[in-house]
């Protein structure tokens, strides 16, 4: 198996790891990028994206992400579409190695290996995924203008994607597993006041339905008790808010995760818990999760790794 040096590893791709790819490439690093299990990340198995700057009529999640591995590419950094499957942050230079077995000996790490959001587990999610389904509002609410929408979900994420989408479309239905909303007070009332949210508490959705895309969901009431009862609502798009999941299992143990999962950062800065070893996008962010704020953030870390190596 090979065994090479680099001065920069970037694991992970989408818009915080060719970022970093780009700036790093351009102060002469070298970087190496494993672009792991999706290349591009998440925004490749999103439609339209019209919010990131500079895009007037918008550009497919895919064709954003093939310019961004270009633009790194044509200024040295070398990607791979494999996979990092073991580190070892405990003295540098970082060993780190593919899963083919090769080695890298890395100076330094710039991990940008996302979230990917969590979903119901039911098949007409995957059936209706860019046809109604969608787990992100502020990036695929303005689709659903004047519509009715459903968002699942009963946390903070699910009340701010509500309230945004209730902006926009003519009725958001919130449907709530339990008796109540574990967001914070605020959010709740926020929720509960808004006159075009309405809030199906004790509710579960059993399945989804349309001809060419969602045009309803099918829902259960008090689901497993004598309660029992199946209705259905009628909707275009149904916006799953249960939380995400940070790609960061390789990393446990390694660096200091909080209790989600996301790897922590040092203030303002890209700095993990391991000196060297750095963090881009959304698998240090739970909180804003967007492609422009993934960006700035592989920015970041580029420039904190550089900064590094002229340290040390
Ligand atoms: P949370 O884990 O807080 O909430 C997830 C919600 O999804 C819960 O209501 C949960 O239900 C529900 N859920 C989970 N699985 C299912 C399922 N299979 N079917 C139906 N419902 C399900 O995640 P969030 O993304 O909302 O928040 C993550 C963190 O980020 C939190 O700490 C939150 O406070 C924070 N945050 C803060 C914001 C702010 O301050 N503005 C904005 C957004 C997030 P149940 O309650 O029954 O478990």
């Given at each position: 198996m090979a065994e090479e040096k680099t001065k920069v590893l970037i694991i992970g791709s989408g818009p915080a790891?060719?970022?970093?790819?780009?700036?790093?490439?351009?102060?002469?690093?070298?970087?190496?990028?494993?672009?792991?299990?999706?290349?591009?990340?998440q925004l490749t198995q999103?439609?339209?994206?019209?919010?990131?700057?500079?895009?007037?009529?918008?550009?497919?999640?895919?064709?954003?992400?093939?310019?961004?591995?270009?633009?790194?590419?044509?200024?040295?950094?070398?990607?791979?579409?494999?996979?990092?499957?073991?580190?070892?942050?405990?003295?540098?230079?970082?060993r780190c190695e593919d899963d083919h077995g090769n080695v890298i000996i890395a100076e330094t790490v710039i991990v940008s290996t996302g979230a990917s959001a969590r979903y119901l587990g039911i098949s007409d999610e995957e059936k209706y995924r860019g046809l109604g389904v969608s787990a992100c509002a502020t990036c695929d609410g303005f689709f659903y203008r004047k519509q009715d929408v459903a968002v699942v979900g009963g946390g903070d994420t699910a009340c701010e994607e509500a309230l945004y989408l209730s902006t926009l479309a003519r009725k958001v239905y919130l449907i709530v597993r339990k008796d109540y909303l574990r967001a914070s007070k605020v959010m709740k009332k926020r929720v509960e006041e808004r006159e075009n949210i309405e809030i199906l508490y004790n509710c579960n959705t059993k399945g989804l339905f349309g001809e060419d895309g969602v045009e309803g969901a099918h829902i259960v009431r008090h689901l497993g008790t004598d309660k029992e009862e199946d209705f259905d609502i009628a909707i275009t798009g149904f916006f799953l808010a249960i939380g995400h999941k940070p790609a960061t299992d390789l990393f446990r143990g390694q660096l200091e995760l909080d209790n989600e999962g996301y790897i922590k950062v040092k203030g303002a800065t890209s700095h993990t818990?391991?000196?060297?070893?750095?963090?881009?996008?959304?698998?240090?962010?739970?909180?804003?999760?967007?492609?422009?704020?993934?960006?700035?953030?592989?920015?970041?870390?580029?420039?904190?790794?550089e900064r590094f190596l002229m340290e040390h």
């Open positions: 790891g060719y970022t970093a790819g780009i700036y790093t490439s351009r102060a002469n690093l070298h970087p190496v990028i494993y672009e792991g299990p999706v290349p591009g990340g999103t439609t339209e994206i019209e919010n990131f700057p500079g895009y007037p009529e918008g550009i497919t999640g895919q064709a954003m992400m093939d310019d961004l591995r270009k633009q790194a590419a044509r200024f040295g950094a070398e990607l791979r579409a494999d996979i990092i499957s073991k580190v070892d942050f405990s003295k540098r230079p970082f818990s391991v000196e060297g070893v750095f963090a881009a996008g959304d698998v240090a962010d739970p909180r804003y999760r967007q492609a422009i704020t993934a960006a700035g953030s592989g920015c970041r870390a580029a420039l904190d790794a």
